[in-house]
């Protein structure tokens, strides 16, 4: 099955910026919606942001303004840049994916199908 590769976590500033990328392990015919989710320490699994193969995009209320969600669909990559970080922000990001025929903006993680190994971001105050 592919899977999905995640890069661009590390360690930053409150106040700084990121920007996660994650594309697929190999070639695929594509995927419909591509999602970032989050896990910090000690709590569950949360939707962070979503996007559509048709660009419709959803976020959590806890990063509107601050985390944009695009993708390039030649490229099966879908990025996540997160601008004014904030300790709370530490988590590890996970990058996860419907299939082709899939539009849903679903925040539940059981609507997606495929899924990285995920990427540490850690934010210091």
């Known amino acids: 099955q592919v899977q999905l590769v995640e890069s661009g976590g590390g360690l930053v500033q409150a106040g700084g910026s990121l920007r996660l990328s994650c594309a697929a392990s190999?070639?695929?015919?594509?995927?419909?919606?591509m999602a970032w989710f989050r896990q910090a320490p000690g709590k569950e699994r949360e939707f962070v942001a979503a996007i559509t193969r048709n660009g419709d995009t959803a976020y959590a209320d806890s990063v509107q303004g601050r985390f944009t969600i695009s993708r390039d669909n030649a490229k099966n990559t879908v990025y996540l840049q997160k601008n004014s970080l904030k300790p709370e922000d530490t988590a590890v990001f996970y990058c996860?994916?419907?299939?082709?025929?899939?539009?849903?903006?679903?925040?539940?993680?059981?609507?997606?199908?495929?899924w990285g190994q995920g990427t540490q971001v850690t934010v210091s105050a």
């Open positions: 996860a994916a419907t299939d082709y025929y899939s539009d849903t903006l679903s925040t539940n993680r059981r609507a997606y199908a495929y």
């Open positions: 190999e070639r695929t015919f594509g995927f419909g919606t």
